[in-house]
């Protein structure tokens, strides 16, 4: 059974992720989605709401596992018996970084692979980060998450008091 692993922020999912994952649903028999806890880096959403939020935004794809995790990519991947990571490339920014990331774990875990996807050119623009800041700003950011994820940012929005 090939199983891949889409590691990520996902603060939240955007169109851009929802891409990537229904293109490579078809190569894998499964992917589990793994929402990464980044020490240090500091979160609008809890794991839990981004675990969810996927999962809502998610629906329609049907191989797929959603969870969350703390530590090495790697060590994930060795607990879930699995070889392959999905990641993203908007850019050659990307590039430069997830090279060098994958570089990292090739070198932690020699029998894993890391699979490049293309980013859609309609998402190129796209990033969780972006899409926060234009939502705090007040911006339509319809067409950039699934509609879940537009009510739970503006839930959460309205929590903080940044919203009307
Ligand atoms: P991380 O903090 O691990 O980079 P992100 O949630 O920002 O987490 O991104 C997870 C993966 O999704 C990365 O490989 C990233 O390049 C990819 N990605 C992010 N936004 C897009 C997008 N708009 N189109 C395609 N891939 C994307």
Redesign the pocket.
């Known amino acids: 059974m090939k199983t891949a692993v889409?590691?990520?922020?996902?603060?939240p999912?955007?169109?851009?992720?929802v891409?990537?994952l229904e293109r490579s649903s078809g190569m894998f028999d499964k992917i589990i989605v793994a929402v990464?806890h980044?020490v240090g880096?500091r979160a609008l959403f809890t794991l839990e709401e981004r675990v969810e939020m996927i999962g809502a935004a998610t629906r329609h794809i049907p191989n797929l596992e959603i969870t969350s995790f703390r530590g090495l990519t790697v060590d994930f991947l060795r607990k879930k018996q699995a070889h392959i990571i999905?990641?993203?490339?908007?850019s050659f920014t990307?590039y430069e970084?997830?090279s060098q990331i994958a570089l990292y774990n090739k070198h932690l875990y020699p029998d894993s692979e890391t699979v490049?996807?293309?980013?859609?050119s309609n998402?190129?623009?796209?990033?969780?980060?972006g899409v926060k800041e234009a939502a705090l700003l007040g911006g339509d950011v319809r067409t950039m998450v699934p509609p879940p994820v537009l009510e739970m940012l503006k839930e959460k929005l309205r929590q903080r008091g940044e919203l009307q």
């Open positions: 889409f590691p990520g922020s996902f603060d999912i955007t169109f851009g992720h891409d990537i990464v980044h880096k999905v990641r993203g490339l908007r990307d970084y997830e490049f996807i293309l980013a859609n998402y190129t623009y796209l990033s969780s980060s």
